[in-house]
Protein backbone atom coordinates (compact mmCIF):
# COMPACT_ATOMS: atom_id res chain seq x y z
CA UNK A 1 0.00 0.00 0.00
CA UNK A 2 2.14 3.05 -1.37
CA UNK A 3 -0.34 5.79 0.42
CA UNK A 4 0.76 6.69 3.69
CA UNK A 5 -1.34 8.91 6.31
CA UNK A 6 1.24 11.36 7.95
CA UNK A 7 -1.17 11.67 10.84
CA UNK A 8 -1.62 8.23 11.32
CA UNK A 9 0.21 5.95 9.46
CA UNK A 10 -2.14 3.77 8.37
CA UNK A 11 -1.60 3.08 4.58
CA UNK A 12 -3.76 2.68 1.31
CA UNK A 13 -4.10 1.38 -1.77
CA UNK A 14 -5.25 4.56 -3.32
CA UNK A 15 -4.91 8.70 -2.87
CA UNK A 16 -8.35 9.04 -3.14
CA UNK A 17 -8.76 6.64 -0.59
CA UNK A 18 -5.75 8.16 1.76
CA UNK A 19 -7.61 11.88 1.19
CA UNK A 20 -10.97 10.51 2.24
CA UNK A 21 -9.77 9.52 5.00
CA UNK A 22 -7.76 12.75 6.09
CA UNK A 23 -10.89 14.45 5.70
CA UNK A 24 -13.50 12.37 7.77
CA UNK A 25 -10.74 11.60 10.41
CA UNK A 26 -8.73 14.74 10.65
CA UNK A 27 -10.53 17.49 9.29
CA UNK A 28 -14.13 17.39 8.91
CA UNK A 29 -15.12 16.16 12.27
CA UNK A 30 -16.25 19.69 14.21
CA UNK A 31 -18.71 18.29 16.79
CA UNK A 32 -16.77 16.72 19.56
CA UNK A 33 -18.65 14.68 22.55
CA UNK A 34 -17.63 16.93 25.63
CA UNK A 35 -18.18 13.18 27.86
CA UNK A 36 -15.92 10.93 25.31
CA UNK A 37 -14.25 12.75 22.91
CA UNK A 38 -15.62 11.04 19.85
CA UNK A 39 -16.01 13.57 17.11
CA UNK A 40 -18.79 13.79 14.24
CA UNK A 41 -19.37 15.37 10.60
CA UNK A 42 -22.80 17.35 11.77
CA UNK A 43 -24.32 17.80 15.16
CA UNK A 44 -26.98 16.05 14.39
CA UNK A 45 -24.79 13.27 14.51
CA UNK A 46 -22.93 13.77 17.81
CA UNK A 47 -26.90 14.65 19.15
CA UNK A 48 -28.05 11.08 18.32
CA UNK A 49 -24.49 9.65 19.81
CA UNK A 50 -25.33 11.71 23.56
CA UNK A 51 -28.49 10.32 23.42
CA UNK A 52 -27.87 6.78 22.74
CA UNK A 53 -24.93 7.17 25.44
CA UNK A 54 -26.90 8.34 28.22
CA UNK A 55 -28.60 12.04 27.70
CA UNK A 56 -32.35 11.46 27.99
CA UNK A 57 -33.89 15.25 27.69
CA UNK A 58 -37.64 14.23 27.16
CA UNK A 59 -38.97 13.63 30.37
CA UNK A 60 -42.56 12.45 31.13
CA UNK A 61 -44.22 15.37 33.38
CA UNK A 62 -46.74 12.85 34.80
CA UNK A 63 -44.43 10.33 36.03
CA UNK A 64 -40.52 12.15 35.54
CA UNK A 65 -39.63 8.91 33.51
CA UNK A 66 -36.94 10.33 30.74
CA UNK A 67 -36.53 9.30 27.43
CA UNK A 68 -33.78 9.84 24.66
CA UNK A 69 -36.38 10.48 21.67
CA UNK A 70 -39.17 12.88 21.42
CA UNK A 71 -41.27 9.63 19.78
CA UNK A 72 -40.29 8.03 23.05
CA UNK A 73 -41.72 9.85 25.28
CA UNK A 74 -45.17 10.55 23.53
CA UNK A 75 -45.49 6.37 22.66
CA UNK A 76 -45.32 6.38 26.74
CA UNK A 77 -47.64 9.22 27.22
CA UNK A 78 -50.25 6.89 24.97
Known sequence: KPYECPE???RFWSN???IRH???NMEERPYECPD???RFWNS???SR???TTG???YECPEWGKRF???CALTRHQQ
Open 8 to 10: CGK
Open 44 to 46: SHL
Open 68 to 70: NQS
Open 36 to 38: CGK
Open 55 to 57: ERP
Open 22 to 24: QQT
Open 49 to 51: HQQ
Open 16 to 18: SVL
